[in-house]
């Protein structure tokens, strides 16, 4: 079982930035790992996963977001540039220790509590 716990959301104008933390409670650094949004209203949806040197992104998000490990400090990030409104909604990060299961965004047993995003027009 792997603890996450996620912070750095908070409200911006669109175009701002903003950057999440993941911290957990084992090394990233041979996890599967992902962030996933769910908006007002809507199904959850992977935007962003990472394992080893592997990264991918929704098409929504390219360009715009990165996600990237510090295994050193158990915290995996991401970093949101030219954030829109469509942006806005609860970020969780997931992680699975077996490696990354099912297709993208993958399968995942462990999940944080979310951290919330607004980012206004």
């Known amino acids: 079982q792997v603890q996450l716990l996620e912070s750095g959301g908070g409200s911006v104008p669109a175009g701002g930035s903003l950057r999440l933390s993941c911290a957990t409670s084992v090394s990233p650094a041979s996890l599967c790992m992902g962030w996933f949004r769910q908006a007002p209203g809507k199904e959850s949806e992977g935007i962003a996963t990472?394992?080893?040197?592997?990264?991918n992104y929704q098409d929504s998000v390219k360009g715009r977001f990165t996600i990237y490990r510090d295994n050193a400090k158990k915290v995996l990030y991401l970093q949101m540039n030219s954030l829109k409104p469509e942006d806005t909604g609860m970020y969780y990060c997931a992680a699975n220790g077996f490696g990354c299961r099912g297709r993208w965004p993958y399968d995942y047993n462990n999940w944080g509590q979310g951290t919330q995003v607004t980012v206004s027009s």
């Open positions: 990472t394992y080893f040197a592997s990264t």
